[in-house]
Every structure is written in C-alpha cells, then in structure tokens.
T-cell receptor, first 114, second 111 residues
Framework: GAVVSQHPSRVICKSGTSVKIECRSL??????MFWYRQFPKQSLMLMAT?????????EQGVEKDKFLINHASLTLSTLTVTSAHPEDSSFYIC??????????FGSGTRLTVV | KQEVTQIPAALSVPEGENLVLNCSFT??????LQWFRQDPGKGLTSLLL?????REQTSGRLNASLDKSSGRSTLYIAASQPGDSATYLC??????????FGKGTMLLVSP
C-alpha cells in the first residue's frame, strides 16, 4: 500500500502565531509531496509542490513567505503557516505520489485561527 | 488549462439503488484519472486509479470507466448503502505532479 500520515488533524491558534503541519509517507519514499487547501464546499486547490532537498514550487497567488514548505527527507514534508490570520483558516491536505499506485492523501488538518 | 467538471453536484438516493457519477475534463492528454472519496472534515481516500491506457477499473461495488477521447469518466456504484454517503471527487493528472480536481459530487444514501 501507500500510507501518508498528516499531523495534527486539528489546530486552533491565535492570530499572529505560526503553525506547523507535518506530512509523512509511512511505507514508501516520496521525492515529491503536494500541499492542498480546501475551503468549505470548494474543490481542493494546489498550493505548492514540495521537492525533497530543494525549494518548493508555489502556485500563482500563494505567498511563499507565508506558507513555508520544508522537505528535508524522503518521508517528511512540513508546511508552516506563518503569522496566521483568520483568513488562513482552512482545511489543509498533503499528498504524495507513489509510482503505479497514484496519489495518496493525508487525513488533512483543520486550521482555525482566532 | 485543464478543467474538471463533476455532475451532479449533489445526489440523494434510497439504499439499494445503482448510481452513476459523472466527470468530464477539457484536455484529453492526461496521465491518469483517479476517483476519491471524502467524508466531512476528513482527508481523501483513493477509490480507483485508471491509467491513461486503461478503459476501466473495478473494486468491489465500484466501477470506474475512462473515455479519454471524449474527456469523460464515470463512477458506477452498485447497490448503494448509507455508508457510501460522502463527497466523491474526480481528479486528473496531466503529468507527474499536476493534479486537477473537480468540485465533487455530494452523495447521500438514505436507509
């Protein structure tokens, strides 16, 4: 199989603080992981592509200084939402691609900024 | 730019019915197509993956078809159950990393 673990599942933080979300591939190595964001009743939107050992590739309109991505190993990518504001409240999901298996997604993180 | 459309947006059926969810995409040059299920507030669960060279895939009561030339895929659910209630997402991959999602079909199966 292909299992991706995402942590935490829920987080509430105060406005202005930073939050780190972890995404791990448990039984395979993922040179590339992806971070998505989903607003209520909307489709998933790709935020950035995380590449192991190099800088992430951000989609147009996504602030790279606000959404810091680190992919330091073949099994771990992290997304840090810096100086969070209420409008950053959303559902964040990571995924990884396993060859011949397709994309596997983490369970998501519900971020609420108060 | 690839666009993925899912019809209907919402569907309510009684338990036991067979149903079809539709997905269409604008650019037929795809790498593969994948159907996912999403329960409220949860992450995605992969249901079926169809490579561009394949026409269909089956898993249990689920059958997904792919017609690249017409830019269409269908997800067939046989003998629906209340536990099938969820949002079903269709996503097409155009290359190694680009995955475009539809907005999903919200399915409610009533007992």
């Amino acid at each position: 199989g292909a299992v991706v673990s995402q942590h935490p599942s829920r987080v509430i933080c105060k406005s202005g603080t930073s939050v780190k979300i972890e995404c791990r591939s448990l039984d395979f190595q993922a040179t590339t992981m992806f971070w998505y964001r989903q607003f209520p009743k909307q489709s998933l939107m790709l935020m950035a592509t995380s590449n192991e050992g190099s800088k992430a590739t951000y989609e147009q309109g996504v602030e790279k200084d606000k959404f810091l991505i680190n992919h330091a190993s073949l099994t771990l990518s992290t997304l840090t939402v810096t100086s969070a504001h209420p409008e950053d409240s959303s559902f964040y999901i990571c995924s990884a691609l396993k060859e011949n298996y397709g994309y596997t997604f983490g369970s998501g993180t519900r971020l609420t900024v108060v | 730019k690839q666009e993925v459309t899912q019809i209907p947006a919402a569907l309510s059926v009684p338990e036991g019915e067979n149903l079809v969810l539709n997905c269409s995409f604008t650019d037929s040059a795809i790498y593969n197509l994948q159907w996912f299920r999403q329960d409220p507030g949860k992450g995605l669960t992969s249901l079926l993956l169809i490579q561009s060279s394949q026409r269909e895939q089956t898993s249990g009561r689920l059958n997904a078809s792919l017609d690249k030339s017409s830019g269409r895929s269908t997800l067939y659910i046989a003998a629906s159950q209340p536990g099938d209630s969820a949002t079903y997402l269709c996503a097409v991959a155009e290359g190694y990393s680009t995955l475009t999602f539809g907005k999903g079909t919200m399915l409610l199966v009533s007992p």
